[in-house]
Protein backbone atom coordinates (compact mmCIF):
# COMPACT_ATOMS: atom_id res chain seq x y z
CA UNK A 1 0.00 0.00 0.00
CA UNK A 2 2.13 3.29 -0.77
CA UNK A 3 -0.71 5.72 -0.59
CA UNK A 4 1.11 7.96 2.01
CA UNK A 5 -2.51 9.33 3.35
CA UNK A 6 -3.46 5.18 3.62
CA UNK A 7 -3.42 4.56 7.82
CA UNK A 8 -1.05 1.77 7.14
CA UNK A 9 1.38 0.30 4.81
CA UNK A 10 2.77 -3.18 4.12
CA UNK A 11 6.47 -4.32 3.93
CA UNK A 12 7.19 -7.72 3.23
CA UNK A 13 8.64 -10.12 5.79
CA UNK A 14 9.94 -13.86 5.52
CA UNK A 15 8.25 -16.13 7.63
CA UNK A 16 11.78 -17.06 9.16
CA UNK A 17 12.15 -13.68 10.30
CA UNK A 18 8.74 -13.57 12.07
CA UNK A 19 9.96 -14.07 15.79
CA UNK A 20 9.28 -17.88 17.23
CA UNK A 21 7.30 -18.79 14.03
CA UNK A 22 8.90 -21.96 13.91
CA UNK A 23 7.53 -22.54 17.66
CA UNK A 24 4.18 -21.58 17.46
CA UNK A 25 1.45 -24.17 17.66
CA UNK A 26 0.79 -24.02 14.01
CA UNK A 27 -2.41 -26.92 14.15
CA UNK A 28 -4.16 -24.45 16.76
CA UNK A 29 -3.97 -21.73 14.68
CA UNK A 30 -5.05 -24.17 11.76
CA UNK A 31 -8.80 -25.24 13.86
CA UNK A 32 -9.21 -21.92 14.33
CA UNK A 33 -8.65 -20.94 10.57
CA UNK A 34 -10.82 -24.22 9.49
CA UNK A 35 -13.76 -23.10 11.60
CA UNK A 36 -13.29 -19.62 9.82
CA UNK A 37 -13.13 -21.41 6.26
CA UNK A 38 -16.73 -23.21 6.28
CA UNK A 39 -17.91 -19.78 6.81
CA UNK A 40 -15.71 -18.02 3.60
CA UNK A 41 -16.94 -20.51 1.26
CA UNK A 42 -20.89 -19.62 2.18
CA UNK A 43 -19.49 -15.86 2.16
CA UNK A 44 -16.47 -14.00 1.32
CA UNK A 45 -15.96 -11.42 3.64
CA UNK A 46 -15.84 -7.53 2.35
CA UNK A 47 -12.81 -6.41 1.57
CA UNK A 48 -12.64 -3.40 3.98
CA UNK A 49 -10.10 -0.30 4.35
CA UNK A 50 -7.14 -1.86 4.47
CA UNK A 51 -7.85 -3.24 0.71
CA UNK A 52 -7.01 -6.88 1.88
CA UNK A 53 -8.85 -9.26 -0.28
CA UNK A 54 -11.43 -11.10 1.21
CA UNK A 55 -12.53 -12.89 -1.66
CA UNK A 56 -9.08 -14.37 -2.21
CA UNK A 57 -9.63 -16.26 1.21
CA UNK A 58 -11.85 -18.60 -0.60
CA UNK A 59 -8.80 -21.08 -2.36
CA UNK A 60 -7.19 -21.40 1.12
CA UNK A 61 -10.19 -21.66 2.80
CA UNK A 62 -11.21 -24.40 -0.04
CA UNK A 63 -7.84 -25.88 0.71
CA UNK A 64 -8.35 -26.21 4.07
CA UNK A 65 -11.84 -27.80 4.48
CA UNK A 66 -10.01 -30.59 1.77
CA UNK A 67 -7.14 -31.07 4.32
CA UNK A 68 -7.22 -33.49 7.36
CA UNK A 69 -9.33 -32.15 10.09
CA UNK A 70 -6.20 -32.60 12.62
CA UNK A 71 -2.92 -31.67 10.96
CA UNK A 72 0.39 -32.14 12.42
CA UNK A 73 1.71 -28.94 13.65
CA UNK A 74 4.53 -29.22 10.54
CA UNK A 75 1.48 -29.81 8.11
CA UNK A 76 -0.44 -27.18 9.45
CA UNK A 77 2.61 -24.81 9.09
CA UNK A 78 3.55 -26.13 5.44
CA UNK A 79 -0.53 -25.11 5.08
CA UNK A 80 0.14 -21.10 6.02
CA UNK A 81 3.31 -21.12 4.52
CA UNK A 82 2.24 -22.34 1.33
CA UNK A 83 -1.29 -20.32 0.96
CA UNK A 84 -0.01 -17.06 2.65
CA UNK A 85 2.78 -14.59 2.10
CA UNK A 86 3.50 -12.63 5.26
CA UNK A 87 3.22 -8.47 5.36
CA UNK A 88 4.15 -6.73 8.52
CA UNK A 89 1.33 -4.04 9.22
CA UNK A 90 3.42 -0.41 9.18
CA UNK A 91 1.12 2.25 10.69
CA UNK A 92 0.85 5.62 9.23
CA UNK A 93 0.96 7.14 13.09
CA UNK A 94 2.14 5.34 15.91
CA UNK A 95 2.66 1.69 16.69
CA UNK A 96 0.86 -1.92 17.51
CA UNK A 97 -1.35 -1.93 20.65
CA UNK A 98 -2.77 -5.30 21.77
CA UNK A 99 -5.31 -5.94 24.66
CA UNK A 100 -7.11 -8.53 26.02
CA UNK A 101 -10.89 -9.47 26.38
CA UNK A 102 -12.60 -13.05 27.82
CA UNK A 103 -16.15 -14.18 28.40
CA UNK A 104 -17.04 -13.54 31.92
CA UNK A 105 -18.79 -16.62 33.91
CA UNK A 106 -21.05 -15.25 36.37
CA UNK A 107 -24.07 -16.33 39.32
CA UNK A 108 -27.12 -15.20 38.03
CA UNK A 109 -30.86 -15.65 37.56
CA UNK A 110 -34.13 -15.39 35.37
CA UNK A 111 -36.01 -13.45 37.75
CA UNK A 112 -34.57 -10.37 40.13
CA UNK A 113 -34.36 -10.97 43.64
CA UNK A 114 -32.07 -8.85 46.52
CA UNK A 115 -29.33 -11.53 45.22
CA UNK A 116 -29.66 -10.41 41.64
CA UNK A 117 -31.14 -6.89 41.05
CA UNK A 118 -29.66 -6.07 37.90
CA UNK A 119 -31.04 -6.74 34.39
CA UNK A 120 -29.45 -7.53 31.17
CA UNK A 121 -31.97 -6.14 28.43
CA UNK A 122 -33.27 -7.41 24.70
CA UNK A 123 -32.88 -5.81 22.14
CA UNK A 124 -35.75 -3.47 22.14
CA UNK A 125 -38.01 -3.86 18.90
CA UNK A 126 -37.86 -0.46 17.84
CA UNK A 127 -34.14 -0.20 17.91
CA UNK A 128 -32.72 0.05 14.48
CA UNK A 129 -29.24 0.30 13.02
CA UNK A 130 -28.21 3.38 11.33
CA UNK A 131 -27.80 2.46 7.44
CA UNK A 132 -25.87 5.06 4.97
CA UNK A 133 -28.70 7.02 3.20
CA UNK A 134 -31.19 6.73 6.06
CA UNK A 135 -32.24 10.29 6.90
CA UNK A 136 -30.73 11.09 10.20
CA UNK A 137 -32.68 14.23 11.01
CA UNK A 138 -30.81 16.41 13.98
CA UNK A 139 -29.47 12.83 15.55
CA UNK A 140 -25.31 13.52 16.58
CA UNK A 141 -22.87 12.42 13.71
CA UNK A 142 -21.46 9.90 16.11
CA UNK A 143 -24.94 8.10 16.73
CA UNK A 144 -24.76 4.63 15.41
CA UNK A 145 -28.10 3.09 16.24
CA UNK A 146 -31.48 5.13 16.93
CA UNK A 147 -34.93 4.42 17.75
CA UNK A 148 -37.55 4.14 14.49
CA UNK A 149 -40.67 6.02 15.89
CA UNK A 150 -43.62 7.71 13.43
CA UNK A 151 -40.97 7.45 10.72
CA UNK A 152 -38.37 9.52 12.97
CA UNK A 153 -35.25 7.91 14.49
CA UNK A 154 -34.85 9.26 18.18
CA UNK A 155 -31.76 9.23 20.16
CA UNK A 156 -32.16 5.74 22.55
CA UNK A 157 -31.63 6.39 26.31
CA UNK A 158 -27.67 6.14 27.12
CA UNK A 159 -26.19 3.66 29.81
CA UNK A 160 -27.25 6.34 32.57
CA UNK A 161 -30.77 6.72 31.84
CA UNK A 162 -31.15 2.69 31.20
CA UNK A 163 -29.66 2.59 34.71
CA UNK A 164 -32.06 4.76 36.30
CA UNK A 165 -34.91 2.86 35.08
CA UNK A 166 -35.72 4.34 31.35
CA UNK A 167 -36.57 0.97 30.05
CA UNK A 168 -38.62 -0.48 33.52
CA UNK A 169 -41.72 -1.80 32.81
CA UNK A 170 -40.95 -2.87 29.21
CA UNK A 171 -40.59 -6.79 29.56
CA UNK A 172 -37.16 -6.45 28.17
CA UNK A 173 -35.09 -8.56 31.07
CA UNK A 174 -33.09 -11.23 29.66
CA UNK A 175 -31.65 -12.38 33.00
CA UNK A 176 -30.54 -10.86 36.70
CA UNK A 177 -26.99 -10.56 37.73
CA UNK A 178 -25.41 -9.11 40.94
CA UNK A 179 -24.80 -5.56 40.25
CA UNK A 180 -24.03 -2.95 37.53
CA UNK A 181 -20.66 -3.41 37.95
CA UNK A 182 -21.51 -6.97 37.18
CA UNK A 183 -23.16 -5.94 34.13
CA UNK A 184 -21.29 -3.46 32.98
CA UNK A 185 -18.18 -5.85 32.53
CA UNK A 186 -20.75 -7.77 30.77
CA UNK A 187 -21.35 -5.32 28.25
CA UNK A 188 -17.61 -4.07 27.61
CA UNK A 189 -16.76 -7.97 26.24
CA UNK A 190 -20.18 -8.39 24.58
CA UNK A 191 -21.08 -12.38 25.76
CA UNK A 192 -21.46 -14.00 28.89
CA UNK A 193 -22.21 -17.46 30.64
CA UNK A 194 -24.55 -16.93 33.33
CA UNK A 195 -24.92 -19.87 35.86
CA UNK A 196 -28.46 -20.09 37.01
CA UNK A 197 -29.99 -19.72 40.38
CA UNK A 198 -32.68 -21.97 39.14
CA UNK A 199 -30.04 -24.43 37.51
CA UNK A 200 -28.33 -24.55 34.25
CA UNK A 201 -26.35 -22.09 32.52
CA UNK A 202 -27.43 -19.11 30.29
CA UNK A 203 -25.23 -17.93 27.46
CA UNK A 204 -25.97 -14.01 26.15
CA UNK A 205 -24.50 -12.63 23.34
CA UNK A 206 -24.12 -8.92 21.98
CA UNK A 207 -27.71 -8.42 19.56
CA UNK A 208 -27.71 -4.96 19.74
CA UNK A 209 -26.54 -1.59 21.20
CA UNK A 210 -28.14 1.65 22.22
CA UNK A 211 -26.02 3.36 19.70
CA UNK A 212 -24.11 6.35 21.98
CA UNK A 213 -20.04 6.70 21.31
CA UNK A 214 -17.97 4.11 23.59
CA UNK A 215 -15.77 5.55 26.46
CA UNK A 216 -13.31 4.13 28.49
CA UNK A 217 -14.37 4.65 32.09
CA UNK A 218 -11.03 3.93 33.43
CA UNK A 219 -9.86 7.63 31.92
CA UNK A 220 -12.23 9.08 34.63
CA UNK A 221 -10.35 7.40 37.47
CA UNK A 222 -7.32 8.92 35.56
CA UNK A 223 -8.44 12.26 35.51
CA UNK A 224 -9.32 12.14 39.14
CA UNK A 225 -5.94 11.13 39.98
CA UNK A 226 -6.77 7.46 41.55
CA UNK A 227 -4.96 5.40 39.60
CA UNK A 228 -1.67 5.91 36.82
CA UNK A 229 -2.49 5.29 33.17
CA UNK A 230 -0.25 2.24 33.54
CA UNK A 231 -2.40 0.81 36.36
CA UNK A 232 -5.70 1.33 34.48
CA UNK A 233 -6.00 -2.71 33.69
CA UNK A 234 -9.87 -3.97 33.50
CA UNK A 235 -8.75 -6.11 37.01
CA UNK A 236 -8.18 -3.22 38.80
CA UNK A 237 -11.09 -1.09 37.47
CA UNK A 238 -13.40 -3.85 38.63
CA UNK A 239 -12.16 -3.98 41.69
CA UNK A 240 -12.28 0.05 42.20
CA UNK A 241 -15.95 -0.53 41.06
CA UNK A 242 -16.53 -2.63 43.38
CA UNK A 243 -15.06 -1.29 46.63
CA UNK A 244 -16.95 2.21 45.40
CA UNK A 245 -20.56 1.69 44.78
CA UNK A 246 -21.55 5.18 45.54
CA UNK A 247 -19.43 6.45 42.79
CA UNK A 248 -19.43 3.71 40.36
CA UNK A 249 -22.60 4.54 38.69
CA UNK A 250 -21.89 8.12 38.08
CA UNK A 251 -18.70 6.28 36.48
CA UNK A 252 -20.09 3.68 34.45
CA UNK A 253 -22.45 6.24 33.32
CA UNK A 254 -20.14 8.40 31.61
CA UNK A 255 -19.84 5.21 28.56
CA UNK A 256 -22.96 5.97 27.20
CA UNK A 257 -23.08 2.76 25.21
CA UNK A 258 -25.61 0.38 26.64
CA UNK A 259 -25.52 -3.26 25.32
CA UNK A 260 -28.44 -5.55 24.57
CA UNK A 261 -28.00 -8.91 24.13
CA UNK A 262 -29.72 -12.75 23.18
CA UNK A 263 -29.70 -15.73 24.39
CA UNK A 264 -27.20 -17.88 22.31
CA UNK A 265 -26.52 -22.11 22.80
CA UNK A 266 -23.16 -23.15 24.17
CA UNK A 267 -23.18 -25.74 21.27
CA UNK A 268 -19.19 -26.31 22.33
CA UNK A 269 -18.11 -25.42 25.74
CA UNK A 270 -14.62 -24.92 24.89
CA UNK A 271 -15.44 -22.53 22.37
CA UNK A 272 -16.57 -18.95 22.96
CA UNK A 273 -19.17 -17.39 21.95
CA UNK A 274 -20.26 -16.78 17.79
CA UNK A 275 -18.01 -13.84 17.13
CA UNK A 276 -18.37 -10.80 14.55
CA UNK A 277 -17.48 -13.04 11.69
CA UNK A 278 -20.16 -15.43 12.24
CA UNK A 279 -17.66 -18.39 13.98
CA UNK A 280 -17.42 -19.41 17.68
CA UNK A 281 -14.25 -18.05 19.10
CA UNK A 282 -11.19 -20.01 19.94
CA UNK A 283 -9.14 -19.20 23.20
CA UNK A 284 -5.68 -17.58 22.67
CA UNK A 285 -6.37 -17.72 18.47
CA UNK A 286 -9.58 -15.54 17.79
CA UNK A 287 -8.47 -11.84 17.15
CA UNK A 288 -10.83 -8.91 17.36
CA UNK A 289 -9.74 -6.31 14.91
CA UNK A 290 -11.31 -3.05 13.47
CA UNK A 291 -13.90 -4.15 11.32
CA UNK A 292 -13.45 -1.31 9.37
CA UNK A 293 -10.24 -1.42 7.96
CA UNK A 294 -9.36 -5.44 8.08
CA UNK A 295 -10.70 -7.99 6.35
CA UNK A 296 -12.14 -10.80 8.56
CA UNK A 297 -10.75 -14.34 8.87
CA UNK A 298 -7.53 -12.99 7.77
CA UNK A 299 -4.63 -14.54 9.40
CA UNK A 300 -2.98 -12.15 11.46
CA UNK A 301 0.79 -12.79 13.34
CA UNK A 302 0.95 -11.32 17.06
CA UNK A 303 4.37 -10.26 18.52
CA UNK A 304 4.16 -8.88 21.93
CA UNK A 305 5.96 -9.01 25.54
CA UNK A 306 2.43 -10.05 27.96
CA UNK A 307 2.50 -9.86 31.77
CA UNK A 308 3.34 -13.13 33.47
CA UNK A 309 2.55 -14.56 36.75
CA UNK A 310 4.53 -12.49 38.91
CA UNK A 311 4.68 -8.73 39.31
CA UNK A 312 7.11 -7.11 36.49
CA UNK A 313 7.30 -10.75 34.52
CA UNK A 314 7.02 -10.34 30.89
CA UNK A 315 6.55 -13.31 29.03
CA UNK A 316 6.62 -13.48 24.89
CA UNK A 317 3.62 -13.65 22.87
CA UNK A 318 4.43 -14.80 19.42
CA UNK A 319 1.36 -16.33 17.94
CA UNK A 320 -0.95 -17.20 14.66
CA UNK A 321 -3.97 -15.63 15.52
CA UNK A 322 -7.27 -15.48 13.21
CA UNK A 323 -9.43 -11.86 12.42
CA UNK A 324 -12.62 -12.93 14.12
CA UNK A 325 -14.46 -10.71 15.65
CA UNK A 326 -14.23 -7.07 16.56
CA UNK A 327 -15.04 -3.79 19.20
CA UNK A 328 -15.85 -0.43 19.88
CA UNK A 329 -12.78 0.23 21.05
CA UNK A 330 -10.71 -1.67 19.26
CA UNK A 331 -9.61 1.05 16.41
CA UNK A 332 -6.33 1.48 13.82
CA UNK A 333 -4.72 -0.87 11.60
CA UNK A 334 -2.32 -2.18 14.06
CA UNK A 335 -4.76 -2.77 17.07
CA UNK A 336 -6.10 -6.53 18.17
CA UNK A 337 -8.31 -7.49 21.44
CA UNK A 338 -7.08 -10.92 22.14
CA UNK A 339 -9.72 -13.61 23.19
CA UNK A 340 -8.79 -15.49 26.17
CA UNK A 341 -11.80 -17.91 27.09
CA UNK A 342 -14.02 -18.38 29.38
CA UNK A 343 -14.29 -17.75 33.46
CA UNK A 344 -12.39 -16.01 36.10
CA UNK A 345 -9.03 -17.48 34.58
CA UNK A 346 -9.48 -15.76 31.37
CA UNK A 347 -10.10 -13.02 32.88
CA UNK A 348 -7.03 -12.64 35.14
CA UNK A 349 -4.94 -12.79 31.89
CA UNK A 350 -7.10 -10.53 29.60
CA UNK A 351 -7.30 -8.19 32.41
CA UNK A 352 -3.80 -7.23 32.30
CA UNK A 353 -2.85 -6.55 28.42
CA UNK A 354 -2.37 -2.94 27.38
CA UNK A 355 1.08 -3.90 25.94
CA UNK A 356 2.66 -2.91 22.58
CA UNK A 357 2.81 -5.56 19.45
CA UNK A 358 3.75 -5.84 16.26
CA UNK A 359 1.35 -7.04 13.63
CA UNK A 360 1.98 -9.44 10.48
CA UNK A 361 -0.85 -10.17 8.24
CA UNK A 362 -0.54 -13.42 5.70
CA UNK A 363 -2.15 -12.43 2.89
CA UNK A 364 -3.25 -14.76 0.33
CA UNK A 365 -1.15 -15.89 -2.92
CA UNK A 366 -1.87 -15.87 -5.78
CA UNK A 367 -0.67 -18.91 -6.65
CA UNK A 368 0.09 -21.47 -3.42
CA UNK A 369 3.54 -22.42 -3.46
CA UNK A 370 4.76 -25.76 -4.32
CA UNK A 371 4.01 -28.32 -1.60
CA UNK A 372 0.93 -30.83 -0.31
Same mark, same amino acid.
Given at each position: ?5 ? %? ?8 ? $? +? ?12 ? &? ?34 ? %?? $?????? &? ?26 ? %??? /???? /? ?18 ? /? ?34 ? +????? +? ?137 ? %? ?13 ? !? ?14 ? !? ?5 ? /? ?18 ? !????
Amino acid at each position: MSDMTA %PARFRRVAFD $R +LAGWARDDHAAAFS &AFRRSAARILVAAPKTRGLALDGDALRAPAAAALAA %PD $RPTGTD &ARAFFERWFEPRRIVPAEGGGFVTGYYE %PEV /KGAL /KPSAAFPVPLHRRPDDLHEI /KPGDERFDLPEDLTWAVRRDGRLLPHPDRAAVMAGA +LDGRG +LELAYVASWAEAFFIHVQGSARIRLAEGGTLRVAFAAKSGHPYFPIARVLVEKGLMTPAEATADVLRAWLDANPAEASAVMGRNRSYIFFAEAPVQDPALGPLAAAAVPLTPGRSLAVDRHLMTFHMPIYVEADLPGET %PGQRLPFRRLMIAQD !TGSAILGPARGDIFFG !TGPEAFA /KAARVRHPARFTVLVPRREP !TGGP
